[in-house]
């Protein structure tokens, strides 16, 4: 049974800077490409950044330049290293993989004043 966990949200002010982790179990990223999304209540879903197998990496507009996705495949894991954090960042971060819908808990970030 595949199972992804997200961890390491929590409450940062504007120009902070924050780390998520994304870890499966049942699952080798080494196989997958990974895609992190975000969301807030009453708003879509919304993909930030995604890493391909070949670790090629591809950000939102929103966040290019100030969030950076990297993988250890030794420690199966997908980090989100998050900085210069914005209002606009506060919600659950979620990761997945193409084409699947392995949805864990999410991790919430609160950037707040």
């Known amino acids: 049974q595949v199972q992804l966990v997200e961890s390491g949200g929590g409450l940062v002010q504007p120009g902070g800077s924050l780390t998520l982790s994304c870890t499966a179990k049942?699952?080798?990223?080494?196989?997958?490409?990974v895609i992190w999304y975000r969301q807030t209540p009453g708003q879509q879903r919304e993909s930030v950044a995604s890493?391909?197998?070949?670790?090629?990496?591809i950000y939102s507009d929103s966040v290019k330049g100030r969030f950076t996705v990297y993988r250890d495949n030794a420690k199966n894991t997908v980090y989100l290293q998050m900085n210069n954090l914005k209002l606009e960042d506060a919600a659950v971060y979620y990761c997945?993989?193409?084409?699947?819908?392995?949805w864990g808990q999410g991790t919430q970030v609160t950037v707040t004043s």
């Open positions: 890493i391909t197998i070949n670790d090629k990496t």
């Open positions: 997945n993989v193409p084409w699947k819908n392995y």
């Open positions: 049942g699952l080798n990223f080494i196989d997958y490409g």
